[in-house]
C-alpha cells in the first residue's frame, strides 16, 4: 500500500532529500528506515524533547505517531512548542474517515510548525 499524503508540501523527497536531521519520536525502527532516506536520524523519547535542543535545528522533521503507547501526536506538539521548535512535524494515522479534520487540529495545536499527517 501506498503511502497517502494528505499535504502535498511534504512529499517523501522532501523528507528523503533534505539535510536536516530526521528525529524520531517514539516511532519503530522499520518506519523510521521507511520514512528518514538519506537524512541522519535521531531517536528521542517525549521526555528528551525540552533539552535536545531542537529550535536550533536547520531543516529538520520530526516524526510521531498520531496515537502512541505513552503520549500521542498533540502532547508531542504541546512539548515542541515548548521547547522552541519551528520546524516541520511529520504526524503518522491509521487509516481514518476524515484525515483533513485531524491534520487542521494538529495544525492548530501546532502554532508555529508545519504539520503534515501522512496517512498510512
Not at 528528551?48 to 522533521?61: C, E, F, S, T
Not at 522552541?84 to 481514518?96: E, N, S
Request: with cysteine.
Amino acid at each position: 500500500m501506498t503511502p497517502r499524503l494528505t499535504s502535498p508540501d511534504m512529499s517523501p523527497d522532501t523528507r528523503a532529500n533534505g539535510t536536516g536531521p530526521f528525529v524520531s519520536i517514539a516511532l519503530p525502527a522499520a518506519l523510521v528506515a521507511e520514512l528518514a532516506g538519506a537524512r541522519p536520524v535521531w531517536k528521542l523519547t517525549h521526555d528528551d524533547i525540552p533539552g535536545a535542543n531542537l529550535a536550533q535545528l536547520k531543516d529538520a522533521v520530526v516524526a510521531c505517531l498520531l496515537m502512541g503507547g505513552k503520549t500521542d501526536a498533540l502532547d508531542v506538539l504541546a512539548a515542541l512548542t515548548a521547547a522552541g521548535y519551528a520546524g516541520a512535524v511529520l504526524v503518522i494515522a491509521p487509516p481514518m474517515p476524515n484525515p483533513r479534520m485531524i491534520e487542521r487540529e494538529l495544525a492548530r495545536a501546532a502554532k508555529t510548525m508545519k504539520v503534515t499527517l501522512l496517512v498510512r
